[in-house]
């Protein structure tokens, strides 16, 4: 189940995993989702909230350290799977695109 | 003195019209009034300087109906919030509200829209439940009033006539509800995909939806008021009991709110206070009721009927009258009808009739159809017969010939007797003479 549910990562997805290669508090994990896309991607606060629920709900992702009511996560073996997967898959698209789009376009 | 920094307004609102409060804020804002605190659907604002303002009222579907107010998990959430530049305003319920005066940096609390549309719809089951559970409890009521019991006791009080307009029509204003909210699942779940947020409605459309659920209130509160208070037929002792059991389940339920908030206890201690503080009030209500209806038995034996009320009598048959115990007779009346019912036997034998009249004549029709479904379901196989009485007049009657119901356009007499040496047309005769003429 977790798995169809996560085989296509959304893009928010995508890099809340990709922040949590590192340990992280969840409140940092905005900043560091926009400097890991430069800007580009940003995560709303209810957005982050409900994902990482759902990540430590599938395993993806656990807590390592409370304090307060601050909480720190950082990513599984089962997530990694799961972002690693999703990156190969990227790189697919994007090679299949320059052997076929290039001279196209 | 009323506090001119202060102002209060009562604004009724659902999960998924969200969008649509927002809208209503955002305004306040900009005549000069900052949401300070919500409680039920009333809205504390505080002066400000009037300004632009973006707000965000928020649903967090993981806090329980049961938890007390700022759980842990509302607090967390709000921290998220906080970080990413919201100011927290106030909570009611799943509902959080933020706001922000720099909406250009700050980003919005969802960036995506498929798990807002989830939270929202998940915090509007339980609305939508409750809708559900109030349709069907006020249709079994309907039904057991005018369907099942007898008709001619909710028909000719007012007390009754009010309490099936005001379920009917709750039921009706229930009902319109969830079909809006099945229209708005299906209409946000075709624009999800293109990844835009569907509201539910915008602040026009809900501000005509509140005035007209106001004037609404209002027009039922007025009616129990007047028809509780100002009801001379109604003695002291009822008027009390009945606002009684209108008010201490409302209180009960404020003390429960308030204690389960003040001390702050798991998630299944305010569960196990929330049901305790309910039965304890179904309790009292029942209580009430049993000492309204002793009270209201009471109230009839003290204020006697007129006696000419009760047209028929056991002595018009020649027949002695019981002289230790005087007939029970009750007397009620409506806006749409009226209604009699005389009982007395003297041990040999006995009349009892209940006349039941209305100047519509659907209202008697609708009665006269329910009175012979009744009987029916009693066994007593009743049959029209042929009389001598004028055409006008439809006479029912069983094959023992014990009930009589003598049907006018606007007047149903439902009659049993246990008389003997009398002629069943000298009784009919009689009966038409007494009542029809």
Known sequence: ?105 | MRNKNKKRTFFIYLPYECTAVEEYLEQMAEKGWLLESIKGAFLKFKKIEPQRIKYSVDILSNVSIFDHKDSDVALEYREYCQAAGWTYVCQAGKIQIFYTKDDKKTISIHTDEEEKFKSVFKASLSNVAMQLFLIFMFMFNLYMQLFLGSTDFALASNLGIASIVAMFSAATISGIRIISFIIWIIKARSKLKENRFMPYNNYKQLRIKNILTKAYTLIMLLTLFSLIVLDKDNSAAFTISLLGMICIPTIVAICAQRFINKKRYSKNTNMAITISSTLVSIYIVLMFTGIVVIWSINGVRENKVPKEKASLTLSDFGYKENNNESPYITFDRSIVAQRIYYSHGNGNEFLNYTIFQSQYPWVSKFYEKRLLVRHRRYGDDLKQENTKLPRTIKVYSDSEKRFFIIISENKVVDIRKDFKNISDEEFLNKAYEKFFK
Do not use: H, W
């Open chain 1, 1 to 105: 189940m977790a798995r169809e549910q996560f085989q296509n990562l959304t893009e928010p997805m995508y890099y809340i995993l990709m922040s949590l290669l590192k340990e992280r508090c969840g409140v940092d994990i905005m900043e560091s989702v926009e400097e890991i896309s430069k800007g580009r991607v940003r995560v709303g606060p209810g957005t982050l909230y409900t994902l990482l629920g759902k990540f430590e709900k599938e395993n993806m992702i656990r807590e390592t350290e409370v304090q307060g009511r601050k909480r720190s996560y950082i990513i599984t073996e089962k997530g990694k799977e799961i972002l690693l997967d999703e990156y190969k898959r990227l790189i697919t698209m994007v090679n299949d695109g320059v052997v076929y789009m290039e001279g196209e376009v």
